[in-house]
């Protein structure tokens, strides 16, 4: 599975479900970890300060919600991407011996709108050429590189 988010869109959460509703009487633990694809733990994005928790899932419980926070950096960027795979003792949320991985992609929110500036231009049809007046609307990030 993959998710998508925008880049100044803070924190957001992915929904865990347990495969197939399985349950159990006793609490056990959910590891999740970050790995990098071209976004940087740190720089792009972070989840709970650290890039692997452990999650205690309660008796019965069927779902959490994994928060995350995608980080706003002002540069102007192709779509970057992390991994989030998560790895349980047994096997409700992931096949046992296996990991099982969701891949979060980031679309930068940070981009340039250009207008016209006068919505209705009238020009007479022998004119040739002419300039026609547009404007930034939504005004660039102040550094365009890393």
């Known amino acids: 599975s993959s998710y998508t988010f925008l880049e100044d869109n803070g924190i957001d959460k992915i929904p865990i479900m347990k495969l197939n509703g ?11 970890s970050a790995s990098n694809g071209t976004a940087v733990y740190g720089k792009d994005y972070s989840i709970g300060g650290r890039p692997l ?13 994994l928060p995350f926070e995608i980080l706003e950096d002002k540069l102007v960027e192709n779509i970057e991407t992390f991994i989030l795979s998560l790895e349980s003792a047994l096997p409700l ?9 969701t891949t979060v992609s980031i679309l930068d929110g940070t981009s340039i709108v250009i207008g016209f500036i006068d919505e209705l231009t ?22 365009t590189s890393a």
């Open 122 to 143: 009238t020009v007479p049809e022998n004119i040739g050429s002419f300039t026609i007046s547009v404007a930034v609307l939504k005004p660039a990030p102040l550094v």
């Open 93 to 101: 949320f992931s096949t046992e011996g296996t990991i099982s991985q």
């Open 53 to 65: 928790q452990v999650y205690t899932i309660q008796p019965y419980q069927q779902s959490i919600l």
């Open 22 to 32: 399985g349950t159990t009487e006793q609490t056990y633990s959910l590891q999740v």
